[in-house]
Protein backbone atom coordinates (compact mmCIF):
# COMPACT_ATOMS: atom_id res chain seq x y z
CA UNK A 1 0.00 0.00 0.00
CA UNK A 2 1.26 3.51 -1.00
CA UNK A 3 2.15 5.51 1.92
CA UNK A 4 1.67 8.76 -0.07
CA UNK A 5 -0.30 11.27 1.79
CA UNK A 6 -3.57 12.56 0.03
CA UNK A 7 -4.61 15.86 -0.56
CA UNK A 8 -7.18 17.25 1.32
CA UNK A 9 -9.75 20.00 0.07
CA UNK A 10 -9.02 23.18 2.52
CA UNK A 11 -12.09 23.19 3.72
CA UNK A 12 -13.08 19.52 4.41
CA UNK A 13 -12.47 18.39 7.71
CA UNK A 14 -13.75 14.87 7.40
CA UNK A 15 -10.83 13.82 4.92
CA UNK A 16 -12.46 12.39 2.46
CA UNK A 17 -10.59 12.34 -1.10
CA UNK A 18 -10.81 15.83 -3.10
CA UNK A 19 -11.83 13.66 -6.25
CA UNK A 20 -15.10 12.63 -4.70
CA UNK A 21 -15.84 16.42 -4.08
CA UNK A 22 -15.46 17.23 -7.65
CA UNK A 23 -17.47 14.23 -9.15
CA UNK A 24 -20.52 15.36 -6.98
CA UNK A 25 -20.32 18.96 -7.96
CA UNK A 26 -19.95 17.99 -11.68
CA UNK A 27 -23.35 15.61 -11.37
CA UNK A 28 -25.19 18.82 -9.44
CA UNK A 29 -23.87 20.95 -12.78
CA UNK A 30 -25.51 17.90 -15.20
CA UNK A 31 -28.21 18.13 -13.38
CA UNK A 32 -28.87 21.82 -13.93
CA UNK A 33 -27.99 21.80 -17.72
CA UNK A 34 -30.95 19.20 -18.25
CA UNK A 35 -33.12 20.96 -16.08
CA UNK A 36 -32.33 24.29 -18.46
CA UNK A 37 -32.68 22.32 -21.37
CA UNK A 38 -36.48 20.75 -20.40
CA UNK A 39 -37.47 24.79 -19.33
CA UNK A 40 -36.11 25.53 -22.67
CA UNK A 41 -37.85 23.31 -24.34
CA UNK A 42 -41.00 23.40 -22.66
CA UNK A 43 -40.77 27.38 -23.45
CA UNK A 44 -40.02 26.42 -27.24
CA UNK A 45 -43.29 24.32 -27.49
CA UNK A 46 -45.51 27.48 -25.63
CA UNK A 47 -44.35 30.03 -28.16
CA UNK A 48 -42.69 28.07 -30.89
CA UNK A 49 -46.02 29.08 -32.63
CA UNK A 50 -45.71 32.92 -32.18
CA UNK A 51 -44.12 35.87 -33.59
CA UNK A 52 -41.37 36.44 -30.82
CA UNK A 53 -41.25 32.67 -30.39
CA UNK A 54 -37.27 32.69 -32.37
CA UNK A 55 -36.27 36.02 -30.06
CA UNK A 56 -37.48 34.73 -26.79
CA UNK A 57 -35.38 31.54 -27.52
CA UNK A 58 -32.35 33.11 -28.54
CA UNK A 59 -32.42 35.44 -25.72
CA UNK A 60 -32.85 33.04 -23.23
CA UNK A 61 -30.12 31.13 -24.80
CA UNK A 62 -27.53 33.81 -24.84
CA UNK A 63 -28.46 34.58 -21.06
CA UNK A 64 -27.60 30.45 -20.19
CA UNK A 65 -23.88 31.60 -22.17
CA UNK A 66 -23.66 34.41 -20.41
CA UNK A 67 -24.53 32.65 -17.16
CA UNK A 68 -22.55 29.89 -17.47
CA UNK A 69 -19.20 32.07 -17.94
CA UNK A 70 -19.56 34.00 -15.02
CA UNK A 71 -20.32 31.06 -13.03
CA UNK A 72 -16.70 29.49 -13.83
CA UNK A 73 -14.80 32.41 -13.73
CA UNK A 74 -16.41 33.33 -9.91
CA UNK A 75 -16.33 29.99 -9.03
CA UNK A 76 -13.96 28.33 -10.93
CA UNK A 77 -11.45 26.05 -9.00
CA UNK A 78 -7.62 24.96 -10.00
CA UNK A 79 -7.22 21.44 -11.48
CA UNK A 80 -7.09 18.35 -8.86
CA UNK A 81 -3.38 18.13 -9.95
CA UNK A 82 -2.29 21.88 -9.16
CA UNK A 83 -3.02 22.30 -5.77
CA UNK A 84 -1.16 18.88 -4.62
CA UNK A 85 1.72 20.44 -7.37
CA UNK A 86 1.69 23.96 -5.02
CA UNK A 87 1.62 22.13 -1.74
CA UNK A 88 4.53 20.11 -2.69
CA UNK A 89 6.62 22.87 -4.13
CA UNK A 90 6.21 25.21 -1.00
CA UNK A 91 7.00 22.44 1.54
CA UNK A 92 9.78 21.15 -0.36
CA UNK A 93 10.67 25.18 -0.99
CA UNK A 94 10.79 25.36 3.18
CA UNK A 95 12.79 22.50 3.57
CA UNK A 96 15.78 24.05 0.93
CA UNK A 97 15.33 27.00 2.74
CA UNK A 98 15.91 25.18 6.21
CA UNK A 99 17.88 22.38 5.42
CA UNK A 100 20.34 24.35 2.74
CA UNK A 101 23.70 25.36 3.50
CA UNK A 102 23.16 28.70 1.96
CA UNK A 103 22.57 31.62 3.95
CA UNK A 104 18.85 33.07 3.99
CA UNK A 105 18.49 36.22 2.11
CA UNK A 106 18.52 39.74 3.51
CA UNK A 107 15.88 40.44 5.79
CA UNK A 108 14.17 37.24 5.72
CA UNK A 109 11.91 35.75 8.57
CA UNK A 110 14.02 33.95 11.14
CA UNK A 111 17.22 35.51 9.92
CA UNK A 112 19.65 37.15 12.52
CA UNK A 113 22.22 39.34 11.01
CA UNK A 114 25.77 40.89 12.39
CA UNK A 115 27.33 44.03 12.10
CA UNK A 116 30.77 44.06 10.70
CA UNK A 117 32.99 46.91 9.16
CA UNK A 118 35.24 45.88 6.53
CA UNK A 119 37.91 47.93 4.68
CA UNK A 120 40.52 46.81 2.06
CA UNK A 121 42.95 48.22 -0.63
CA UNK A 122 41.68 47.56 -4.15
CA UNK A 123 43.27 48.35 -7.58
CA UNK A 124 41.15 50.91 -8.92
CA UNK A 125 39.82 49.61 -12.14
CA UNK A 126 36.55 49.25 -13.83
CA UNK A 127 34.53 45.91 -12.51
CA UNK A 128 36.50 45.99 -9.44
CA UNK A 129 33.63 47.37 -7.03
CA UNK A 130 30.95 44.73 -8.87
CA UNK A 131 33.17 41.55 -8.34
CA UNK A 132 33.74 42.89 -4.78
CA UNK A 133 29.96 43.27 -4.25
CA UNK A 134 28.92 40.14 -6.05
CA UNK A 135 31.17 38.14 -3.36
CA UNK A 136 29.06 39.66 -0.44
CA UNK A 137 26.44 38.87 -2.63
CA UNK A 138 26.93 35.28 -2.55
CA UNK A 139 27.90 35.17 1.23
CA UNK A 140 23.78 36.37 2.09
CA UNK A 141 25.52 39.62 2.85
CA UNK A 142 23.86 43.23 2.68
CA UNK A 143 25.66 46.63 2.00
CA UNK A 144 24.76 49.00 4.44
CA UNK A 145 27.54 51.64 3.93
CA UNK A 146 30.66 52.24 1.43
CA UNK A 147 33.17 54.61 1.58
CA UNK A 148 36.35 55.28 -1.09
CA UNK A 149 39.32 57.02 -0.36
CA UNK A 150 42.68 57.10 -1.51
CA UNK A 151 45.63 55.18 -0.14
CA UNK A 152 47.75 58.58 0.81
CA UNK A 153 50.30 56.64 -2.01
CA UNK A 154 51.36 58.24 -4.96
CA UNK A 155 52.66 55.44 -6.72
CA UNK A 156 50.62 53.79 -8.85
CA UNK A 157 51.01 50.41 -10.00
CA UNK A 158 50.68 49.22 -13.68
CA UNK A 159 47.43 47.58 -12.79
CA UNK A 160 46.11 51.08 -12.08
CA UNK A 161 45.83 53.14 -8.49
CA UNK A 162 45.46 51.82 -5.79
CA UNK A 163 42.09 52.68 -3.17
CA UNK A 164 40.65 52.02 0.28
CA UNK A 165 37.36 50.52 0.29
CA UNK A 166 35.33 50.64 3.95
CA UNK A 167 32.05 48.69 4.03
CA UNK A 168 29.37 48.32 6.79
CA UNK A 169 27.40 44.89 6.21
CA UNK A 170 24.93 42.90 7.24
CA UNK A 171 25.79 39.28 7.54
CA UNK A 172 24.29 36.39 8.78
CA UNK A 173 25.33 35.53 12.06
CA UNK A 174 26.64 31.93 11.79
CA UNK A 175 29.48 33.70 9.08
CA UNK A 176 32.43 33.80 10.08
CA UNK A 177 35.21 36.61 9.67
CA UNK A 178 37.92 34.27 7.86
CA UNK A 179 34.83 33.11 5.22
CA UNK A 180 34.72 36.94 4.74
CA UNK A 181 38.37 37.55 4.44
CA UNK A 182 39.18 34.65 1.99
CA UNK A 183 35.74 35.88 -0.47
CA UNK A 184 36.82 39.68 -0.65
CA UNK A 185 40.28 38.38 -1.00
CA UNK A 186 39.58 36.04 -4.12
CA UNK A 187 37.47 39.08 -5.81
CA UNK A 188 40.47 41.25 -5.32
CA UNK A 189 40.67 43.01 -1.70
CA UNK A 190 44.14 43.58 -0.49
CA UNK A 191 45.15 43.67 3.21
CA UNK A 192 41.29 42.71 4.28
CA UNK A 193 40.47 43.51 7.82
CA UNK A 194 37.27 42.81 9.42
CA UNK A 195 36.08 44.24 12.85
CA UNK A 196 32.70 44.15 14.38
CA UNK A 197 30.59 47.22 13.23
CA UNK A 198 27.67 49.70 15.64
CA UNK A 199 24.98 51.29 14.33
CA UNK A 200 26.66 54.28 14.83
CA UNK A 201 29.50 53.03 11.84
CA UNK A 202 26.70 53.53 9.67
CA UNK A 203 26.85 57.61 9.76
CA UNK A 204 28.40 59.75 7.12
CA UNK A 205 31.54 60.78 8.16
CA UNK A 206 31.26 64.16 7.16
CA UNK A 207 27.81 64.79 8.60
CA UNK A 208 29.60 63.47 12.13
CA UNK A 209 32.28 65.65 12.04
CA UNK A 210 30.35 69.17 11.21
CA UNK A 211 28.71 67.41 14.57
CA UNK A 212 31.26 66.87 16.77
CA UNK A 213 33.35 70.08 15.50
CA UNK A 214 30.42 71.89 16.69
CA UNK A 215 30.28 70.20 19.88
CA UNK A 216 33.93 70.73 20.81
CA UNK A 217 33.64 74.86 19.18
CA UNK A 218 31.01 75.44 22.36
CA UNK A 219 33.46 73.38 24.91
CA UNK A 220 36.70 72.45 24.04
CA UNK A 221 37.17 70.11 26.95
CA UNK A 222 35.02 67.45 24.93
CA UNK A 223 37.80 66.91 22.52
CA UNK A 224 38.85 63.51 24.02
CA UNK A 225 35.53 62.30 23.87
CA UNK A 226 34.86 63.86 20.00
CA UNK A 227 38.21 62.82 18.63
CA UNK A 228 37.21 58.82 20.12
CA UNK A 229 33.78 59.07 18.30
CA UNK A 230 35.11 60.71 14.73
CA UNK A 231 37.61 57.53 14.61
CA UNK A 232 35.74 54.87 16.57
CA UNK A 233 39.00 54.46 18.91
CA UNK A 234 38.53 52.70 22.05
CA UNK A 235 41.71 53.93 23.78
CA UNK A 236 42.47 58.12 23.94
CA UNK A 237 44.73 59.64 26.36
CA UNK A 238 46.62 63.21 26.61
CA UNK A 239 50.47 63.34 25.95
CA UNK A 240 52.81 65.82 26.22
CA UNK A 241 55.07 66.61 23.30
CA UNK A 242 58.60 64.36 23.58
CA UNK A 243 57.16 61.46 25.99
CA UNK A 244 57.68 58.12 24.04
CA UNK A 245 54.73 56.35 22.60
CA UNK A 246 55.37 52.87 21.80
CA UNK A 247 54.48 51.13 18.95
CA UNK A 248 51.95 48.29 18.77
CA UNK A 249 52.56 45.21 16.89
CA UNK A 250 50.01 46.16 14.26
CA UNK A 251 51.15 48.98 12.00
CA UNK A 252 49.30 51.89 12.05
CA UNK A 253 47.08 51.49 15.18
CA UNK A 254 48.78 54.36 17.19
CA UNK A 255 48.10 57.68 16.04
CA UNK A 256 48.99 60.91 17.64
CA UNK A 257 47.26 64.71 17.25
CA UNK A 258 48.83 67.63 18.18
CA UNK A 259 46.05 69.90 20.04
CA UNK A 260 48.31 72.55 20.61
CA UNK A 261 52.20 73.25 21.76
CA UNK A 262 52.24 71.78 24.78
CA UNK A 263 49.28 68.79 24.83
CA UNK A 264 48.65 66.27 22.53
CA UNK A 265 45.82 63.34 22.31
CA UNK A 266 47.51 59.67 21.85
CA UNK A 267 44.57 57.22 19.96
CA UNK A 268 44.90 53.53 19.84
CA UNK A 269 42.45 51.43 17.62
CA UNK A 270 43.83 47.92 17.58
CA UNK A 271 42.44 45.70 14.61
CA UNK A 272 41.72 48.74 12.81
CA UNK A 273 44.64 50.73 11.21
CA UNK A 274 44.43 54.55 10.99
CA UNK A 275 44.06 56.22 7.36
CA UNK A 276 45.59 59.50 6.08
CA UNK A 277 41.93 60.63 5.65
CA UNK A 278 41.17 59.89 9.12
CA UNK A 279 44.50 61.76 10.29
CA UNK A 280 43.48 64.83 8.61
CA UNK A 281 39.67 64.84 9.88
CA UNK A 282 41.31 64.19 13.11
CA UNK A 283 43.49 67.20 12.95
CA UNK A 284 40.79 69.22 11.70
CA UNK A 285 38.92 68.57 14.53
CA UNK A 286 41.59 69.35 17.12
CA UNK A 287 42.15 72.50 14.70
CA UNK A 288 38.19 73.85 15.76
CA UNK A 289 38.68 72.84 19.71
CA UNK A 290 42.31 75.13 19.61
CA UNK A 291 41.04 78.12 17.81
CA UNK A 292 37.46 77.70 19.81
CA UNK A 293 39.81 77.76 23.31
CA UNK A 294 42.72 80.41 22.39
CA UNK A 295 40.29 82.66 19.97
CA UNK A 296 37.78 84.07 23.08
CA UNK A 297 39.02 86.51 25.09
Not at 101 to 126: D, F, K, Q, Y
Not at 171 to 194: C, H, K, S
Not at 229 to 258: D, Q
Amino acid sequence: MSDAPKAIHPRAGTGRPHHARSWRQEAVEVTALFLAVGLAHLLATLLGHTDPGPVVLVGLGAALVVGSAVHKRLHGSLPSGAGRRGAKGSRAGRRGAKGSGAPLPEGGAGTVMSLWRIRMRVVERPGRLAEVAGAFGRLGCNILSLHIAPTGSSAITPAGCDALDEFVVEAPTGLEPDALRAALAAAGGLDVFVVPARVKDLTDPGVQGLLLARRVHDDPGQLPQAMGELLRAPEVEWRRPGETVAEEAELNSTMVISVHPERALLLRRPGLPFTPTEAARAAALAAAARDARYSRP
